[in-house]
C-alpha cells in the first residue's frame, strides 16, 4: 500500500529516468538517483525531515498499514522537538541541499564572501578607493600600468565574489540550469581576468616583498587552474567540474581569511614592539605630506631646498598600530606575507576536507543527481575522474 506521508516534492521536479534516443552528449537531465540509496524502488522517497535524519529514526523498507505511527514519529520528530530546527531543514530542503550542514556552511562560508564583497563594493567609487586603500599604496598605483590593472581587478572580483556563492545552490542548477550556466561564465570570466590583473599589481603591492609576491602569484594560479579545469570538465564529468569549481572559488576568497588573521597578526606585532618593514623615502613622503616630519623622523632621507636627495633610499619604518597611518601601513606590510600563507594553508585543508566528506553525496544523493542523459550508474558509478 503506497505511504499517505510519501513526499510530493520529488515530483515536481520532472525527472526523466529514461535515455531518449539518439541524445546529444553536452545535454543534461535530472535523473533518479533513489534507487542507489537506501531507500529502494520499493521502499518510499523520504520527507525532507527523513532526509536527514540517521537511519535508526525510522524503520527500513516501505511503511504498512501496522506501522502508520512509526513513520509518522520519525517525519514528525524534529517539527516537534524544535520548530528552528524543522525550519533550517525546510529552508535547506528547498534550496535543494541533502546534507544536514550544508545549509550552515552555505550561510557561513558563502554570507562571508558575499559580505565581503559588498563591504568592498565601496572601493568602485574612484574617491573611496583611495582612502580606502592601504595607505602607501597609491603611491604606486598612480601609474597607468598599476592603476587600471588595481581597478579592473576592483571591479571584476567584487562582481565574481557576489555571484560565485549562486553555481552552489542545488535548487538552481537543477531547476533553472541555463541561468547555472550563464552565470557560471559570468563568475569564471569576472574571476579569472581578476586574478590576471591581481597578479600584476602584485609587483608593488603592500611594498612589493617577494613573500606577498610569491603568495599571490601562487593563489592567481590555483584559483585560474581549477577554474579552467573546472570548464573544462563542465561536459565531461559533473562530478569533476563541481570539486574544481569549488576549489576555484575557495582559492579567490583566501584573501578574506587572510583580512582576518591579518587583524590579529598587526595587534600582535604592536605589542611585540620589534618588527619593522622597509621603505623608500619617497613613499613616506606621500604617507606623511610634509617633508619636515620626514626629515625628522628619518634624517637618513636627506634633503636638498624642498626635494629629496635620494628618494628611492629604503629605511626601516616601525610596525605598529599606535603610530598613525604610516605604522598602521607598515604593519600591514610587515604580516602580509605571512598572512597570506596561513590563509592559503586553511583554504587548501579545509576544501580537501569538505570535498572528501561531501564525495558520496557527490556520486549519489537521495533525490536526484544532475548527469549526462547518457549516464549509466550501472556501469559509470566507478568511472570518476579525478
Given at each position: 500500500?503506497?505511504?499517505?506521508?510519501?513526499?510530493?516534492?520529488?515530483?515536481?521536479?520532472?525527472?526523466?529516468?529514461?535515455?531518449?534516443?539518439?541524445?546529444?552528449?553536452?545535454?543534461?537531465?535530472?535523473?533518479?538517483?533513489?534507487?542507489?540509496?537506501r531507500f529502494?524502488?520499493?521502499?518510499?522517497?523520504?520527507?525532507?525531515?527523513?532526509?536527514?535524519?540517521?537511519?535508526?529514526?525510522?524503520?527500513?523498507?516501505?511503511?504498512?498499514?501496522?506501522?502508520?505511527?512509526?513513520?509518522?514519529?520519525?517525519?514528525?520528530?524534529?517539527?516537534?522537538?524544535?520548530?528552528?530546527?524543522?525550519?533550517?531543514?525546510?529552508?535547506?530542503?528547498?534550496?535543494?541541499?541533502?546534507?544536514?550542514?550544508?545549509?550552515?556552511?552555505?550561510?557561513?562560508?558563502?554570507?562571508?564572501?558575499?559580505?565581503?564583497?559588498?563591504?568592498?563594493?565601496?572601493?568602485?567609487?574612484?574617491?573611496?578607493?583611495?582612502?580606502?586603500?592601504?595607505?602607501?599604496?597609491?603611491?604606486?598605483?598612480?601609474?597607468?600600468?598599476?592603476?587600471?590593472?588595481?581597478?579592473?581587478?576592483?571591479?571584476?572580483?567584487?562582481?565574481?565574489?557576489?555571484?560565485?556563492?549562486?553555481?552552489?545552490?542545488?535548487?538552481?542548477?537543477?531547476?533553472?540550469?541555463?541561468?547555472?550556466?550563464?552565470?557560471?561564465?559570468?563568475?569564471?570570466?569576472?574571476?579569472?581576468?581578476?586574478?590576471?590583473?591581481?597578479?600584476?599589481?602584485?609587483?608593488?603591492?603592500?611594498?612589493?616583498?617577494?613573500?606577498?609576491?610569491a603568495v599571490?602569484?601562487?593563489?592567481?594560479?590555483?584559483?585560474?587552474?581549477?577554474?579552467?579545469?573546472?570548464?573544462?570538465?563542465?561536459?565531461?564529468?559533473?562530478?569533476?567540474?563541481?570539486?574544481?569549481?569549488?576549489?576555484?572559488?575557495?582559492?579567490?576568497?583566501?584573501?578574506?581569511?587572510?583580512?582576518?588573521?591579518?587583524?590579529?597578526?598587526?595587534?600582535?606585532?604592536?605589542?611585540?614592539?620589534?618588527?619593522?618593514?622597509?621603505?623608500?623615502?619617497?613613499?613616506?613622503?606621500?604617507?606623511?605630506?610634509?617633508?619636515?616630519?620626514?626629515?625628522?623622523?628619518?634624517?637618513?632621507?636627506?634633503?636638498?631646498?624642498?626635494?629629496?636627495?635620494?628618494?628611492?633610499?629604503?629605511?626601516?619604518?616601525?610596525?605598529?598600530?599606535?603610530?598613525?597611518?604610516?605604522?598602521?601601513?607598515?604593519?600591514?606590510?610587515?604580516?602580509?606575507?605571512?598572512?597570506?600563507?596561513?590563509?592559503t594553508l586553511?583554504?587548501?585543508?579545509?576544501?580537501?576536507?569538505?570535498?572528501?566528506?561531501?564525495?558520496?553525496?557527490?556520486?549519489?544523493?537521495?533525490?536526484?543527481?544532475?548527469?549526462?542523459?547518457?549516464?549509466?550508474?550501472?556501469?559509470?558509478?566507478?568511472?570518476?575522474?579525478?
Amino acid at each position: 500500500m503506497e505511504s499517505p506521508l510519501r513526499s510530493p516534492t520529488f515530483d515536481t521536479f520532472n525527472i526523466n529516468t529514461e535515455k531518449p534516443e539518439g541524445s546529444h552528449r553536452s545535454s543534461y537531465v535530472l535523473r533518479s538517483a533513489s534507487y542507489r540509496s537506501r531507500f529502494s524502488a520499493s521502499n518510499p522517497l523520504p520527507s525532507p525531515q527523513q532526509a536527514f535524519l540517521p537511519e535508526s529514526l525510522y524503520e527500513s523498507g516501505p511503511p504498512s498499514a501496522k506501522s502508520p505511527s512509526r513513520v509518522y514519529n520519525s517525519s514528525t520528530l524534529i517539527s516537534k522537538s524544535n520548530p528552528f530546527v524543522s525550519a533550517y531543514f525546510s529552508v535547506s530542503w528547498m534550496m535543494g541541499f541533502r546534507e544536514r550542514y550544508s545549509l550552515l556552511y552555505a550561510f557561513i562560508f558563502g554570507g562571508a564572501l558575499f559580505g565581503f564583497c559588498l563591504a568592498r563594493s565601496l572601493l568602485m567609487d574612484p574617491v573611496k578607493m583611495r582612502r580606502l586603500t592601504v595607505p602607501g599604496e597609491f603611491f604606486w598605483f598612480e601609474l597607468p600600468l598599476y592603476k587600471y590593472n588595481y581597478i579592473i581587478h576592483i571591479y571584476l572580483s567584487i562582481i565574481g565574489g557576489i555571484f560565485s556563492g549562486a553555481q552552489f545552490v542545488p535548487a538552481i542548477r537543477r531547476n533553472y540550469f541555463l541561468l547555472h550556466r550563464l552565470n557560471g561564465y559570468l563568475v569564471l570570466i569576472t574571476v579569472f581576468v581578476s586574478n590576471v590583473c591581481g597578479a600584476i599589481v602584485t609587483r608593488r603591492s603592500f611594498g612589493g616583498e617577494l613573500n606577498s609576491q610569491a603568495v599571490y602569484y601562487i593563489m592567481a594560479i590555483m584559483s585560474n587552474f581549477s577554474l579552467v579545469w573546472a570548464y573544462l570538465n563542465v561536459k565531461r564529468n559533473t562530478r569533476t567540474h563541481r570539486r574544481w569549481m569549488m576549489r576555484g572559488v575557495v582559492y579567490f576568497s583566501i584573501v578574506i581569511s587572510a583580512r582576518v588573521i591579518g587583524l590579529a597578526a598587526q595587534a600582535i606585532v604592536t605589542d611585540i614592539g620589534s618588527y619593522y618593514s622597509l621603505w623608500r623615502c619617497d613613499e613616506i613622503l606621500f604617507v606623511l605630506k610634509d617633508l619636515s616630519t620626514l626629515l625628522t623622523s628619518y634624517p637618513q632621507c636627506s634633503s636638498s631646498s624642498s626635494t629629496l636627495t635620494h628618494p628611492t633610499l629604503y629605511v626601516p619604518v616601525h610596525a605598529s598600530d599606535n603610530e598613525g597611518v604610516l605604522g598602521h601601513a607598515s604593519a600591514v606590510r610587515a604580516t602580509q606575507g605571512m598572512v597570506l600563507w596561513v590563509a592559503t594553508l586553511i583554504h587548501v585543508v579545509g576544501c580537501e576536507i569538505y570535498l572528501r566528506s561531501t564525495e558520496a553525496a557527490n556520486s549519489q544523493r537521495y533525490g536526484y543527481a544532475l548527469e549526462h542523459k547518457e549516464f549509466d550508474p550501472d556501469k559509470d558509478a566507478n568511472n570518476v575522474n579525478y
